[in-house]
């Protein structure tokens, strides 16, 4: 079956524009999460959800960052105003239920803020 | 302050070497252990949960084991497949907000 897909694989933009990096998690799968990844760097939890409850926010890096998830499906991560050092691999996974349910990822997004 | 680190950070095995990476944490609230593995320009695949001291879990040849400090993953007589970046995680219950702390990666190269 399809895996969890995300788009656009790259994505190069300008400092201070805003970027919308969309995520499509496996379906019948209830829990999403959004991760970056720095080149080099070890991932980084931004924001998990779980069902219709409110989405885990804490790791979030600023309120630049801000993410939805419209219909239980598919989730957008939107970041206003990109700085450099936003410069990273977005990567999106989705799980069955709960975060210690197994995690699939998808290919990432590759964003580079000049 | 939470932490999860990792060592080593880089791994040079030749084929059928058996090794263990590290995974040392100093965290309250755990709720769950993983590992991943990752391989340059992919996501991470998952490999393992451990939930409590104790714990172990095996998948070919790559054995995951948890106490209340560290966990272990063992690779036994690792092949060149094996060559990849492996992940842990720990899951915690936080006031604050759940939270899930990676470490920062042990580069494996296993050459033939």
């Known amino acids: 079956g399809a895996g969890v897909s995300q788009s656009p694989s790259n994505k190069v933009t300008e400092k201070g524009k805003d970027v919308e990096l969309r995520c499509d998690p496996i379906?019948?799968?209830?829990?999403l999460y959004w991760y970056r990844q720095s080149l080099g760097q070890g991932l980084e939890f931004l924001i998990y959800f779980q069902g219709n409850s409110a989405p885990d926010k804490s790791g979030l890096p600023s309120d630049r960052f801000s993410a939805e998830r419209t219909g239980g499906s598919v989730s957008t991560l939107t970041i206003q105003r990109t700085q450099q050092e936003d410069s990273a691999v977005y990567l999106c996974?989705?799980?069955?239920?709960?975060?210690?349910?197994?995690?699939?990822f998808g290919p990432g997004t590759r964003l580079t803020v000049l | 302050e939470d932490q999860v680190t990792q060592s080593p950070e880089a791994l040079r095995l030749q084929e059928g070497e058996s090794s263990s990476l590290n995974c040392s944490y100093t965290v309250s609230g755990l709720r769950g252990l993983f590992w991943y593995r990752q391989d340059p320009g992919k996501g991470p695949e998952f490999l393992f949960t451990?939930?409590?001291a104790g714990e172990e879990k095996e998948k070919e040849r790559l054995k995951a084991t948890l106490t209340k400090k560290e966990s272990f993953l063992h690779i036994t007589a690792p092949k060149p497949e094996d060559s990849a970046t492996y992940l842990c995680a720990v899951y915690m219950i936080k006031a604050a907000g759940n939270k899930l702390t990676f470490g920062g990666g042990t580069r494996v190269l296993v050459k033939p």
């Open positions: 996974a989705s799980s069955l239920f709960t975060i210690t349910d197994t995690q699939y």
């Open positions: 379906s019948g799968h209830t829990a």
């Open positions: 451990l939930y409590s």
